[in-house]
C-alpha cells in the first residue's frame, strides 16, 4: 500500500476534484501525443492523434508515389515525367491514351477494391474481436463471387453482378451467422461457420464453372481467383460511391467502433448501443465487400494485409480506419502492379499474388510470439 | 463527489429474469441505499450475477422493472444511462497495448461527442480518476505491463473517470490475490466516501463483511436478507446460504462479523 498513499483513507482532502476551470478556460491540455483542436464559439473540440496523422500522411505519399510507378511501368514503360501530363490529358497523344484509357482505369479499380478490402476487413476483425475474422475467411467473398459467376456463365439469372455480389455476400454472411446461432460474431464457432459456407459456396462456384462450355469457363476463371483483367463497367463506378458513403459511415461510428473492441457489456456500460451498432458495422461490411468483389474477384487477403499493417503502424486507442482503408489500396495497387510486370508478357492475377505473399504473412502472424507496445 | 443527497436511487420492483431458458430471478424487490457500497452474496447460480447485469441493462428482465430515480431504465437512452450508471464486468480485457490513461479516458467517452472530444472537464476528471485510484505513476504503462491489481484498479478507474453516482462492480476481486484484493477493496471504500453509491457481487462472504454498510443475501433467485452486516449475518444464514456451519466472531478493531470453524453440515438439511 505504500506506493499509493491515496488509498490509505486520510487524503481525501488532496483528491477533492480541483478546479482549475478559470486556468483551462482559454486553453486546454490536451493529452499526450494529441493536437487539441477547439472552436468555442460553436462549442466543438476535435483531438488529432499526431501519430495517426503521420502514418495517414506517410501511406498517402506512399500510395501516390505508388499510383506513379504503376502508371508509368508495364509492357511499354513510360517516363514518369511523362505520365503526369497524360493523367491531365496533355503531352503526346500516344501516351495519353495509354495511360487514360488503358492504365488509370485499372489504377482507379485497384485502389477502390483495396481500400473497400481492406475497410470491410477491419470493420469485421473489430465486429468479432479477431484479427482473422475477414470477410474473406467467413466466406462472404465466395458467396458473392459464386453469385456474380452465375451471372456471368448464365445459370438463368442476368443480373448486373455487383447486385448479384451483394445478394451472394448477405447470402454467406446470413447463413454464417444462422450457423453460429446464439454466439453472435465471437468467438471461433463464427469463424469455423464461415470457413464452412465459404468452402460450400467455393464448390458452387467450381461446380457451375464444370458444368458451362470451356470458354464460358474460361471467361469467368479470373472471377473465381481475383483478377483486375476484367472490370465489369458500371462495377466501379458503383464501388466508388459505396466506398467514399463507406468511408464516411466508419469514420462517424468510428467511437462506438473502438468500445466494440471490448466486452459487451463494457462498451453497453460506456454508452453504445450494442445490438445496433453491429448491426450497421456488420452490413457496411458485407455491402463493401460484395462492391469490391464484383469487381474484382475474391482478393481477400488485402483484408487481412490492409488493416495489420496499419494496425502495427497506429497505436492501440482507436481503430485505424482510414491507414488501413490506405493500406489496402496500396497493397493491391503493388500486387497487381506485380502481377502485371514481373512475368510480363505472362500476367499473374492478382488475387493469386496476394495469395503468394498473404499466406506466408498469415502463418508469421499466427506464429509471432504476443507483443507488448512500448 | 457531487454529494450524497444527488446521488439518483436504483432500485427493483418485482423484477423476473432469465439467464437461457432457466428463470433464476423471481419477483425481487429490493432497494439500494444511495451513499453506501452493498454488495451482493449467496451461493453459485443465485442469480446475483444476473441480477447486476439487469440493473446494469445488459439483460432485459422478463417482467418487472429496474427502476432508476422511479424512472425505468428500458426507457433511457444508452447515452444518458451511462453517465448515471457505471459498470465493471467480470474479467474485462482490453485491446491489446492500451496503456493506463488511453483506457481511463474511454470513461468520458458518455459525456462527449464526435464534435466535443475534449473539454477541461474531461482533462480535470482524467487527472482525478488517475489520482484517486494511486495510478500516476503508471498512467502511460501499457495494461499488459500491470500486476492483476493495478490493471483492476486501472479499469475502476475508468469507471470513475465516468462520473456517475452509481457504481456496478461484478466480482471485482474474484482473479486477485489477498493483497491486491485490499487494494480494490480500499479504493472502493474511498469512492464511497466521496458519495458515490457501490454495488458488489461478491463470492467471499468475509470482504463482504469487512467492506459493505449493507449486504443483500440473495439464494434460489430470492433475496433471504438485507441490512448491515454486523445485524444479518448470524451463523443461521450462513448456514442458509451455502450449507455450513460456522462460528461467528466479531472484529475487534471494525466490528464486522467474521466466520471461524467452516465445517460441512453434519447432516446436510
Known sequence: MANHPSLTGVATESHAVPNHAAEYANRVPAPEGYWHIALPRWGYSFLLEKRALAVNIGLLIALLAACLLYLSLGNVPLAPSAVIPAVLGKGDMMTAFMVQELRLPRLIAACFTGAAFALSGILMQTLARNRLATPGIIGIDNGATAFAVASIVGMGVSIAPPAMALAGATTAAVLTFGLAAGSGTQGYRFIVAGIGVGAVFGAITQLMLAQVAIDTANAAYPWTVGSLNARPGGAVQLLGIGLALGIVAALALARSLSLLRFKDATASGLGVRVKARRLQVLMLSVVLTAFAVAVAGPVGMVALIGPEIARSLSRARHVPILAATLAGALVMLLADLAGRTLFAPVEIPVGIVTAVVGGPWLIWILMRPQRSRP | ?269
Request: hydrophobic content about 40%.
Open chain 2, 1 to 269: 463527489m457531487n454529494g450524497t443527497s444527488l446521488s439518483p436511487t436504483l432500485a427493483t420492483d418485482a423484477l423476473c429474469m432469465s439467464y437461457g431458458q432457466r428463470r433464476v430471478i423471481e419477483d425481487l424487490g429490493v432497494s439500494l441505499p444511495s451513499g453506501q457500497v452493498t454488495a451482493i452474496v449467496g451461493p453459485n447460480g443465485c442469480g446475483k450475477s444476473t441480477l447486476l447485469s439487469g440493473l446494469a441493462r445488459l439483460h432485459k428482465p422478463d417482467s418487472g422493472a429496474v427502476l432508476l430515480d422511479s424512472q425505468d431504465i428500458q426507457r433511457l437512452p444508452a447515452r444518458q444511462l451511462a453517465t448515471q450508471l457505471a459498470l465493471l464486468p467480470q474479467e474485462a480485457v482490453a485491446p491489446e497495448g492500451l496503456t493506463v490513461t488511453e483506457l481511463i479516458r474511454f470513461g468520458r467517452q458518455p459525456h462527449q461527442g464526435w464534435l466535443r472530444q475534449w473539454s477541461s472537464e474531461d482533462q480535470r476528471v482524467v487527472q482525478y480518476a488517475l489520482d484517486a485510484a494511486g495510478l500516476e505513476d503508471l498512467a502511460d504503462r501499457p495494461l499488459e505491463a500491470l500486476s492483476g491489481g493495478q490493471r483492476q484498479r486501472a479499469w475502476i478507474a475508468m469507471t470513475i473517470a465516468q462520473q456517475t453516482p452509481l457504481l456496478l462492480l461484478d466480482e471485482p476481486t474474484s482473479a486477485l490475490d489477498l493483497g491486491h484484493q485490499i487494494e480494490v477493496f480500499e479504493l472502493v471504500r474511498h469512492l464511497a466516501c466521496h458519495g458515490r453509491t457501490v454495488v458488489m457481487v461478491l463470492h467471499d462472504l468475509a470482504s463482504a463483511c469487512r467492506y459493505s454498510d449493507n449486504l443483500i443475501a440473495m439464494r434460489d433467485g430470492q433475496v433471504i436478507a438485507q441490512g448491515a452486516p454486523a445485524e444479518v449475518v448470524t451463523p443461521a444464514l450462513v448456514r442458509e446460504l451455502y450449507q455450513v456451519d460456522c462460528t461467528l466472531l466479531l472484529d475487534p478493531d471494525t466490528g464486522s462479523p467474521l466466520l471461524a470453524n467452516v465445517r460441512r453440515l453434519a447432516r446436510p438439511e
